[in-house]
């Protein structure tokens, strides 16, 4: 796998665009499925009260790998991205305000990252 | 702020297209960076401008391209690189499901574009919008959710020329990686408000983590699926129990 070694090959035209148009027609579907097809009609109780928490459960699920292993760090966990991440999580909880949260996180990741320089 | 209480100015989907836009522009600092990258990479496996414009079209989105296309360099098989990237977009159904008591209402082709342009960042701006404005008509949402994506979608489009064309990604010392994460968490946390919300967050991060490792981003729904679980769950004993 180390690209000084083995030189890619270049990807075949037909492949690509296989791959992109198939990635767009079939994410479009996945998209479509419930706000297309279900569209107004009354979904049943119990799928609706799971959705009320699909915010909630999505959003963090999808944020809490990048926060303990940064990407930017090669997936070392880095203590600015982790305190900024956490002072940004305790600034939305306590002033519920998502702007005030998003400044501050920025503020203690930029502050965090030059003090570790 | 706007004046929803006024009844004349009930069904105005204008302020509401606005505040929308402002929602939606500070995306701009996360989406420009990823899709200058994205057009960095297409460029550098092999792929024309045009090429890397039409993926991020047909696509818009930046992780399932990233995913598909390095499969694809890595000499994989057509089918491996498709279904790994549609799995990849399987949270794009829960925010389809998640959204359509709010937007359901809205005629077939406004749901269809929508559809199209169901993104991470304007689920997120949306779904704390309508729930935060129950009052919102089924225009007004859907108003809002195309003035979060104005700013947001085209510039996804751009900057995948741009980095294609000049061949270099924002400088990292930025850390614009983390605005997202920033972002994200700052959006829902003021989400958390009862006890079965909390728990909901607490079993999808434990869970998203335990699991980082599983291919197809695999992880991720069963977090997200078993947090939904827990919190309906709680939800339902508390209200049994009342």
């Known amino acids: 796998m180390s690209p000084e070694t083995a030189p890619l090959a270049a990807i075949e035209t037909a492949d690509l665009w296989i791959v992109m148009l198939g990635l767009g027609i079939g994410s479009f579907l996945l998209r479509f499925a419930f706000l297309g097809l279900v569209g107004n009609r009354q979904m049943p109780e119990w799928l609706l009260r799971h959705l009320r928490y699909t915010p909630v459960a999505v959003l963090p699920a999808l944020v809490a790998p990048l926060v303990v292993w940064p990407s930017a760090t090669g997936g070392d966990l880095d203590p600015a991205r982790l305190t900024a991440a956490l002072v940004t999580l305790v600034l939305g909880v306590w002033l519920r305000r998502t702007m005030l949260a998003i400044l501050g996180g920025l503020a203690v990741l930029y502050l965090m990252l030059w003090m570790l320089g | ?242």
């Open chain 2, 1 to 242: 702020m706007t004046s929803y209480a006024d009844p004349s100015a009930q069904a105005s989907t204008r302020p509401v297209f606005f505040q929308g836009l402002r929602d939606g522009a500070p995306f701009l600092l996360v989406v420009s960076p990823f899709a200058m990258l994205f057009g960095v990479v297409a460029t550098e496996a092999g792929l024309t401008v045009y090429e890397a414009l039409v993926y991020s079209i047909a696509v818009i989105a930046g992780a399932s391209q990233f995913a598909s296309l390095q499969l694809l360099r890595d000499g994989a098989p057509v089918v491996v690189a498709l279904v790994s990237a549609l799995a990849v977009n399987l949270r794009m159904a829960m925010y389809s499901a998640s959204l359509t008591p709010y937007l359901g209402d809205a005629p077939l082709w406004k749901r269809a574009v929508a559809a199209y342009f169901l993104v991470d960042q304007s689920y997120a701006c949306s779904i704390v919008a309508f729930e935060k404005h129950r009052e919102w008509s089924t225009a007004q949402r859907m108003a809002y959710f195309f003035g979060v994506i104005l700013p947001i979608c085209p510039m996804w489009y751009a900057m995948t020329v741009v980095g294609a064309l000049v061949g270099s990604a924002i400088p990292p010392e930025l850390a614009l990686d983390f605005a997202l994460p920033i972002t994200f968490i700052a959006m829902v946390s003021p989400m958390l408000l009862t006890k079965a919300q909390m728990m909901a967050a607490g079993v999808a991060i434990l869970l998203a983590l335990v699991f980082a490792g599983l291919p197809y981003n695999l992880g991720l729904l069963i977090a997200a699926l078993a947090g939904m679980m827990t919190g309906a769950a709680l939800e339902k004993r508390l209200e049994d129990r009342s």
